[in-house]
């Protein structure tokens, strides 16, 4: 069974780094079937996708986030991460990662869906 | 970026009935290989989300054989043949085609 846990500080100051790491258990993190995702939800909000990383370090992310947002993936440990610099209020949210189950054959991208997630953490950003 | 609309945002639903959420995105979400790009998820109260459909149709594992999806290009429907208790909660479309991701505002279900 492939599980995912959110891990990291759960209260980080303004304009500081938020950091938090996702540990997976039940799938290598180096398999080119996943990317690995992190998605956000501000209490009482929908989901906003933050962005996703391939095990070779490819990133993905959202605009909206400009370039605050980094990620990366520690194979030693199955792991990965996620920074995100210079938060204010408006980043306060829980947390979600997420297993991106989709591959590239060829010149096309099979894909299955974000089929597992974790528990979520919760990050507040305050002084 | 592409723009998911759900409808409705609320659904209040009897034990039995079927139900059905609509999701519309301001572009085409089919990929060269002819399948499109949409997901449906479900966030039960205090869970994270959950895959119910992937690629319009395709039911995640596991999921119950009362939820499918349909649709290409940028209509699309959710439906629930028979609501159970356990169905409570927001559903949420979201577009895999192109980065960013996008979901849908939510559809929140509740039982009458």
């Known amino acids: 069974q492939v599980k995912l846990q959110e891990s990291g500080p759960g209260l980080v100051k303004p304009s500081q780094t938020l950091s938090l790491t996702c540990t997976v258990s039940?799938?290598?993190?180096?398999?080119?079937?996943?990317?690995w995702s992190w998605i956000r939800q501000a209490a009482g909000k929908g989901l906003e996708w933050i962005g996703r990383?391939?095990?070779?370090?490819?990133?993905r992310h959202n605009p909206s986030l400009e370039s605050r947002v980094s990620m990366s993936v520690d194979t030693s440990k199955n792991q990965f991460s996620l920074m995100l610099s210079s938060v204010t209020a408006a980043d306060t949210a829980v947390y979600y990662c997420?297993?991106?189950?989709?591959?590239?054959?060829?010149?096309?991208?099979?894909?299955?869906?974000?089929?597992?997630w974790g528990q979520g953490i919760t990050v507040t950003v305050s002084s | 970026d592409i723009v998911m609309t759900q409808s409705p945002l609320s659904l209040p639903v009897t034990p039995g009935e079927p139900a059905s959420i609509s999701c519309r995105s301001s572009?085409?979400?089919?990929?060269?290989?002819?399948?499109?790009?949409l997901d449906w998820y479900l966030q039960k109260p205090g869970q994270s989300p959950q895959l119910l459909i992937y690629?319009?149709?395709n039911r995640a594992s596991g999921v119950p054989d009362r939820f499918s999806g349909s649709g290409s290009g940028t209509d699309f429907t959710l439906k629930i043949s028979s609501v159970e208790a356990e169905d409570v909660g927001i559903y949420y479309c979201?577009?895999?085609?192109?980065?960013?991701?996008?979901f849908g505002q939510g559809t929140k279900l509740e039982i009458k």
């Open positions: 979201m577009q895999a085609l192109q980065a960013p991701r996008i």
């Open positions: 690629l319009a149709s």
């Open positions: 997420a297993r991106d189950n989709g591959k590239y054959v060829g010149s096309y991208y099979y894909y299955y869906g974000m089929d597992v």
């Open positions: 039940g799938a290598s993190i180096t398999s080119k079937s996943y990317y």
């Open positions: 990383v391939y095990v070779s370090g490819t990133i």
């Open positions: 572009q085409s979400l089919v990929y060269s290989n002819g399948y499109s790009y």
